[in-house]
């Protein structure tokens, strides 16, 4: 087994020059020639927040809210893995591990977390409480970069069982979205010892014959919004998953580029009404940014999508799984399209919501939780 270790997170403040440097040496390219996000993030948006980042906002008070958690790494067939443990104060609370994606990171369950270790705290039970770990995927945030291809989802989802039993944990839950949400699949898929069951809020599915000859209302708006996606939605898919040491020289280069990257997804994949900070405010998204701007990820987290993007199809598995559908997810996938799944213990449509359920919407991401893992405990 190896030593897991405690980790403080103490970025240098000559990495913080460096990038207001960066930053005051923006070359900008010219305005849009359309009124709106069609053509990628507007000038005057992408500005804007680049602006706040330079003048006004501060890293150190992201830098603090990590540290006030326990943080970690532990080496996992030869990569070191960064993580966050928060151990519930209630007794028989369930251990959980929880997976984030891309654009993401371990902070889109920040505002989560507590809710699901103390739900007392926040208007729930003690017993849904839950022992959570977050680690950061291969090759994003404070997690190593793999120098050789092979770590795609199966082998992530195995390297979560080694830390599971590292931390003592012998019966556990997992739960994901976007990558997580396949990394979690294959934690079932594979019967990864101790799962004993999982949830996810992307879940993939595909219609049945009879559906795609003759698609009822709802279907034919997720069959719509999926071709959505196909024709203007998935650039930034198509290049990470054939050429990311190619975007990799801008985006670790750039820290506008970065930004853009990652800010446009914001805005496309949040339950929002126009604008990305109906859902998420400035300093939660730069802080996301930072996360792959100091940790120079913007071309080994793009790496996994050339090594699993292929991996994102239906998969039958027996474990039982709990699927929370958020209205504005990229994927809304109805519950006919999910019979590959044989035991769907738990299935509910929420209001609101979209894409990054935790980080918007973190109140009812622990309620869906809460209710999901209810039937499995």
């Known amino acids: 087994m190896s030593k897991i270790r405690p980790f403080t997170v103490a970025i240098p403040q000559s990495a913080l020059d460096d990038l207001n440097a960066r930053l005051d040496m923006t070359r900008w390219p010219e305005k849009e020639a359309v009124g709106d996000w069609t053509q990628g993030a507007p000038l005057a948006e992408v500005r804007a927040l680049a602006d706040y980042w330079r003048n006004g906002y501060d890293w150190r008070s992201c830098e603090a809210r990590l540290n006030a958690l326990p943080q970690f790494t532990t080496t996992i067939d030869g990569l070191e893995f960064y993580f966050i443990h928060l151990r519930s104060p209630h007794e028989n609370a369930a251990p959980l591990v929880l997976t984030h994606g891309w654009p993401g990171s371990v902070l889109e369950f920040l505002d ?22 977050v680690p950061a995927l291969p090759g994003f945030g404070f997690s190593a970069k793999p120098e050789k291809h092979g770590w795609g989802a199966e082998r992530i989802a195995r390297a979560w069982g080694v830390l599971m039993a590292q931390l003592g944990y012998t019966r556990w839950f997992a739960q994901g979205g976007d990558w997580g949400s396949l990394v979690t699949t294959h934690i079932a898929t594979q019967q990864i010892e101790g799962c004993a069951g999982i949830h996810v809020n992307l879940a993939v599915g595909a219609p049945p014959p009879e559906v795609l000859e003759n698609p009822d209302e709802e279907s034919a708006k997720v069959l719509a919004k999926i071709q959505h996606y196909w024709d203007w939605d998935c650039g930034y898919s198509t290049e990470q998953k054939t050429r990311p040491q190619t975007i990799g020289y801008s985006l670790v280069d750039s820290p506008v580029g970065q930004l853009a990257w990652i800010f446009e997804k914001m805005w496309a994949w949040t339950d929002n009404q126009g604008s990305p900070y109906d859902a998420l405010t400035r300093d939660q998204i730069l802080d996301n940014v930072m996360l792959y701007w100091l940790t120079a990820s913007g071309a080994s987290s793009a790496r996994l999508y050339w090594q699993s993007m292929g991996d994102f199809q239906p998969h039958g598995y027996s474990m039982p799984c709990g699927v929370s559908l958020f209205p504005k997810e990229i994927f809304p996938t109805p519950k006919a399209w999910l019979g590959h799944i044989e035991q769907l213990v738990y299935f509910n449509e929420l209001p609101k919501g979209g894409h990054f359920a935790a ?19």
């Open 112 to 133: 989560a977390i507590p809710r699901l270790v103390d739900p007392v705290a926040h208007g729930g039970n003690a017993e849904d409480a839950f022992h959570v770990v």
């Open 359 to 377: 980080w918007e919407q973190p109140e009812i991401f622990a309620q869906e939780l809460r209710a999901c893992f209810a039937l499995m405990r």
